[in-house]
């Protein structure tokens, strides 16, 4: 099936430092997810996107719908030794019965 | 948020013998559910959609014979992986797709370990 690109691959930061990573697809969606994954369990949703355009916030992550509709965008603010884990963006359409197509994932190491 | 359930949460098996890995709906009622299986450090990769009361769709490359999928109420599916080797040991995590959300929900993921 169809992937998604997510960039970077792998990060790693130091705690309090800002966190951005993209989820991009040669097609266009009309919904965006946003999960983590801690080692050892399922993954989470973390922000639901519908929209074009659209920002939304959960505490201290913001995502963003691109308005191109092949994008989106997750920032995590004031990083803490929590935030450690691998984040998956997920996107869908009606044009493949809104089936989700995952990203390849973003690994997030945050040293203290 | 929904729950998604999965039991067992591990189990190691002989190699030839058959597994069943369960994944319920809580809270919700699932008119979808999804399996994924994911090996380290990859990304999630999707095995087949089942649909309440259909047969499950099955992805390219995943034989719908080794890996029997039921979707018999809309809160339970089950994957049995028959007659399992040591290369179907993985980590399989289900997920369920709420009827009137367009979201997914994952349950907490299953690590199967062929002896």
């Known amino acids: 099936g169809q992937q998604l690109n997510q960039s970077p691959q792998s990060m790693f930061i130091q705690e309090g430092e800002d966190v951005s990573m993209n989820c991009t697809s040669s097609s266009i969606f009309n919904t965006w997810l946003w999960y983590k994954q801690d080692p050892g369990e399922g993954p989470v949703l973390l922000i639901a996107?519908?929209?074009?355009?659209e920002l939304t916030s959960n505490g201290r992550l913001t995502a963003q719908f691109g308005i191109t509709r092949k994008d989106s965008f997750l920032n995590i603010s004031a990083s803490i030794p929590s935030d450690v884990g691998i984040y998956f963006c997920?996107?869908?359409?009606?044009?493949?019965?809104?089936?989700?197509?995952f990203g390849t994932g973003t690994s997030l190491t945050v040293i203290p | 948020g929904a729950v998604v359930s999965q039991h067992p949460s591990w189990v190691i098996c002989k190699s030839g013998t058959s597994v069943k890995i369960e994944c319920r709906s809580l809270d919700f009622q699932a008119t979808t559910m999804f399996w994924y299986r994911q090996f380290p450090k990859q990304s999630l990769m999707l095995m087949a959609t089942?649909?309440?009361?259909?047969?499950?769709?099955?992805e390219q490359g995943v034989e719908k014979d080794k890996f029997l999928i039921n979707h018999a109420s809309l809160t339970l599916s089950t994957l049995t992986v028959t007659s399992a080797h040591p290369e179907d040991s993985s980590f399989y995590i289900c997920?369920?797709?709420?009827?009137?959300?367009?979201?997914?929900?994952f349950g907490p993921g299953t690590r199967l370990t062929v002896l």
């Open positions: 089942s649909n309440e009361g259909s047969k499950a769709t099955y």
């Open positions: 997920a996107g869908a359409t009606p044009n493949t019965g809104n089936q989700f197509y």
């Open positions: 997920s369920a797709r709420e009827r009137s959300l367009n979201e997914q929900f």
């Open positions: 996107l519908y929209k074009a355009g």
